[in-house]
Protein backbone atom coordinates (compact mmCIF):
# COMPACT_ATOMS: atom_id res chain seq x y z
CA UNK A 1 0.00 0.00 0.00
CA UNK A 2 1.49 3.69 -0.73
CA UNK A 3 1.96 5.71 2.33
CA UNK A 4 0.85 8.80 0.57
CA UNK A 5 0.42 10.72 -2.78
CA UNK A 6 0.27 14.47 -3.75
CA UNK A 7 -2.92 15.29 -5.67
CA UNK A 8 -3.53 18.33 -7.70
CA UNK A 9 -3.49 21.62 -6.43
CA UNK A 10 -3.44 24.83 -8.19
CA UNK A 11 -1.09 26.91 -5.73
CA UNK A 12 -0.48 24.46 -2.93
CA UNK A 13 0.40 20.82 -1.55
CA UNK A 14 -2.37 18.65 -1.36
CA UNK A 15 -1.09 15.28 0.01
CA UNK A 16 -3.36 11.96 0.71
CA UNK A 17 -2.03 10.13 3.32
CA UNK A 18 -2.73 6.73 4.38
CA UNK A 19 -2.62 4.18 6.99
CA UNK A 20 -4.06 0.99 8.33
CA UNK A 21 -4.42 2.42 11.65
CA UNK A 22 -4.94 6.23 12.92
CA UNK A 23 -1.47 6.30 14.19
CA UNK A 24 0.23 5.17 10.39
CA UNK A 25 -1.86 7.53 8.80
CA UNK A 26 0.18 10.02 10.94
CA UNK A 27 3.24 9.17 10.49
CA UNK A 28 3.01 8.82 6.93
CA UNK A 29 1.20 12.53 6.62
CA UNK A 30 4.79 12.98 8.69
CA UNK A 31 6.51 12.03 6.09
CA UNK A 32 4.87 13.41 2.91
CA UNK A 33 5.32 16.76 4.66
CA UNK A 34 8.67 16.32 4.65
CA UNK A 35 9.17 14.84 1.48
CA UNK A 36 7.63 18.45 0.14
CA UNK A 37 10.84 20.10 1.92
CA UNK A 38 13.64 17.46 0.57
CA UNK A 39 14.20 14.14 -0.28
CA UNK A 40 13.82 12.23 3.08
CA UNK A 41 15.67 8.87 1.70
CA UNK A 42 18.86 11.21 2.32
CA UNK A 43 17.69 12.00 5.96
CA UNK A 44 19.64 10.09 8.68
CA UNK A 45 17.40 9.11 11.32
CA UNK A 46 20.28 10.03 13.98
CA UNK A 47 18.68 12.77 16.06
CA UNK A 48 15.63 11.47 18.15
CA UNK A 49 13.02 13.81 19.62
CA UNK A 50 9.47 13.01 21.47
CA UNK A 51 6.80 14.97 19.91
CA UNK A 52 3.42 15.61 21.75
CA UNK A 53 0.53 17.52 20.31
CA UNK A 54 -2.96 17.47 21.62
CA UNK A 55 -6.47 18.90 19.86
CA UNK A 56 -10.04 18.91 20.17
CA UNK A 57 -11.23 16.77 17.42
CA UNK A 58 -8.68 14.30 14.81
CA UNK A 59 -8.20 17.32 12.78
CA UNK A 60 -7.01 19.55 15.04
CA UNK A 61 -4.71 16.45 16.01
CA UNK A 62 -3.88 16.33 12.50
CA UNK A 63 -2.82 20.13 12.34
CA UNK A 64 -1.35 20.49 15.84
CA UNK A 65 0.99 17.34 15.09
CA UNK A 66 2.09 18.42 12.00
CA UNK A 67 2.87 22.14 13.16
CA UNK A 68 5.01 21.13 15.79
CA UNK A 69 6.94 19.16 13.01
CA UNK A 70 7.25 22.17 10.83
CA UNK A 71 8.17 24.35 14.15
CA UNK A 72 10.74 21.91 14.83
CA UNK A 73 11.92 22.50 11.46
CA UNK A 74 11.83 26.29 11.41
CA UNK A 75 13.60 26.58 14.87
CA UNK A 76 16.13 23.96 14.91
CA UNK A 77 16.35 23.07 11.07
CA UNK A 78 15.42 19.61 11.31
CA UNK A 79 15.20 17.67 8.38
CA UNK A 80 13.19 14.34 9.83
CA UNK A 81 12.71 10.93 7.75
CA UNK A 82 11.39 8.05 10.60
CA UNK A 83 7.91 9.21 12.80
CA UNK A 84 6.44 6.33 15.03
CA UNK A 85 3.27 7.79 16.95
CA UNK A 86 3.36 5.66 20.27
CA UNK A 87 -0.23 6.70 20.99
CA UNK A 88 -2.86 8.83 19.93
CA UNK A 89 -6.12 8.71 23.39
CA UNK A 90 -9.36 10.06 23.39
CA UNK A 91 -10.43 11.43 26.63
CA UNK A 92 -13.16 13.96 27.23
CA UNK A 93 -13.15 15.93 24.33
CA UNK A 94 -9.67 15.93 23.73
CA UNK A 95 -6.89 14.29 21.21
CA UNK A 96 -3.53 13.20 22.48
CA UNK A 97 -0.67 12.07 20.71
CA UNK A 98 2.60 11.00 21.47
CA UNK A 99 5.65 10.32 19.13
CA UNK A 100 9.13 10.13 18.68
CA UNK A 101 10.63 11.32 15.46
CA UNK A 102 14.23 10.63 14.24
CA UNK A 103 16.48 13.46 11.30
CA UNK A 104 19.43 15.52 11.51
CA UNK A 105 19.96 18.96 11.05
CA UNK A 106 19.70 20.28 7.74
CA UNK A 107 23.01 20.87 5.45
CA UNK A 108 22.70 22.15 1.84
CA UNK A 109 25.62 20.29 0.68
CA UNK A 110 23.47 16.72 1.66
CA UNK A 111 20.09 17.63 1.30
CA UNK A 112 17.98 18.80 -2.04
CA UNK A 113 16.08 21.99 -1.16
CA UNK A 114 12.40 21.30 -2.36
CA UNK A 115 9.55 23.81 -1.57
CA UNK A 116 9.20 25.45 1.42
CA UNK A 117 6.59 25.12 3.69
CA UNK A 118 4.88 27.86 5.22
CA UNK A 119 2.19 26.34 7.19
CA UNK A 120 -0.26 23.16 7.36
CA UNK A 121 -4.56 24.16 6.86
CA UNK A 122 -7.38 23.39 7.50
CA UNK A 123 -8.99 23.83 4.40
CA UNK A 124 -9.96 21.01 2.57
CA UNK A 125 -8.67 18.68 5.57
CA UNK A 126 -10.60 15.19 6.36
CA UNK A 127 -10.02 12.02 8.30
CA UNK A 128 -11.92 9.34 6.90
CA UNK A 129 -11.55 5.18 8.40
CA UNK A 130 -13.11 2.82 5.96
CA UNK A 131 -12.70 -0.92 5.46
CA UNK A 132 -9.67 -0.45 8.42
CA UNK A 133 -7.92 1.63 6.28
CA UNK A 134 -7.41 5.66 7.40
CA UNK A 135 -7.23 8.01 4.73
CA UNK A 136 -5.91 11.76 5.61
CA UNK A 137 -6.10 14.88 3.62
CA UNK A 138 -4.87 17.89 3.64
CA UNK A 139 -3.09 21.22 2.35
CA UNK A 140 0.23 22.54 3.06
CA UNK A 141 0.79 26.32 2.28
CA UNK A 142 3.90 26.62 0.23
Known sequence: ???????????????????????EAFENAALAMFEVMTDTSKVEPSVEESVEADGFDKQSLL?????????????????????????IEHEG???????????EEFDPGK???????KAVTYHMMSIDEKDGRWVLRFILDI
Open 63 to 87: YNWLEKLLVLFETRMMLCSKFKIEK
Open 93 to 103: EEYRLKAKVWG
Open 1 to 23: MARFKFLPHMSDVFIEAYGSTLE
Open 111 to 117: HEQRVGV
